[in-house]
């Protein structure tokens, strides 16, 4: 499996920014697809959002025009920026890697939490 360590959650509180980060322990060019999941008390898991090998990058409805998922290849980290935090924001978010030779590999998770 791939390893993957999420960094950055914390408590926030409305409309404010975070950025989390998850470090790979491979490239993440020879990873087909990278994602951040996030799950909430008693909700099921949903996936944020994703970014393909060639950069492709998809949103949830939730959180488009207020998350931007990145990467840096020189650090095999891909980031997710969240801006205009939301109440319903509040969840663990982990990082999900899947590749055609690794299956499928998931970080401990990172809390975020917002609150006024």
């Known amino acids: 499996q791939v390893q993957l360590m999420e960094s950055g959650g914390g408590f926030v509180q409305p409309g404010g920014s975070l950025r989390l980060s998850c470090a790979a322990s491979?490239?993440?060019?020879?990873?087909?697809?990278m994602r951040w999941y996030r799950q909430a008390p008693g909700k099921e898991r949903e996936l944020v959002a994703s970014?393909?090998?060639?950069?492709?990058?998809n949103y949830a409805d939730s959180v488009k025009g207020r998350f931007t998922i990145s990467r840096d290849k020189a650090k095999n980290t891909v980031f997710l920026e969240m801006n205009n935090l939301k109440l319903e924001d509040a969840a663990v978010y982990y990082c999900?890697?899947?590749?055609?030779?690794?299956?499928?590999?998931w970080g401990q998770g990172t809390q975020v939490t917002v609150s006024s």
């Open positions: 491979r490239s993440i060019f020879s990873i087909n697809v």
């Open positions: 970014i393909g090998v060639l950069g492709n990058k």
């Open positions: 999900n890697s899947w590749s055609v030779d690794m299956g499928d590999s």
